[in-house]
């Protein structure tokens, strides 16, 4: 990814939305043709919580919620870390890029293994 990446989720042809993108729909199996860019979307928190045992290289503690989003009257969930621990089920959040969710340096994982970028989620003020 790239500091310019997007944050989508996956359609299939019955319109069913999931994210992270599966090769076929986990509701009725049609393969996921089309995506949908969430990156300028809001969401709501469903539910967060913190995480105080975090894996190597995650930053401790790790506040974490569950958010959905509303597609045209279609929902689709995501879950990632926040930007704050200052949330409240019901709030409004967006989507905003990070260059590391976690250390590189930490852990065992090669550096070339995987990406190390993504999104939080922060507070809508």
Known sequence: MSGNSKFEAHRCPNGHLSYP?????PECAE?????????DRTAEVVTWTTSTATPPGVRQP???????F???????????????DGVEIGDEVRPV????LRDPDAGIREKASQE?????????E
């Open 21 to 25: 993108g599966h090769p076929r729909c």
């Open 116 to 124: 190390w970028d993504g999104y939080r989620f922060e507070p809508v």
């Open 97 to 100: 890029y990070a260059d590391e």
């Open 70 to 84: 509303d597609v045209d009257g279609d929902s689709v969930r995501a879950i990632g870390q926040l930007t704050t």
């Open 31 to 39: 393969p996921q043709d089309e995506t949908v860019d969430l990156t």
């Open 62 to 68: 790790n506040h974490i919620a569950i958010v959905e």
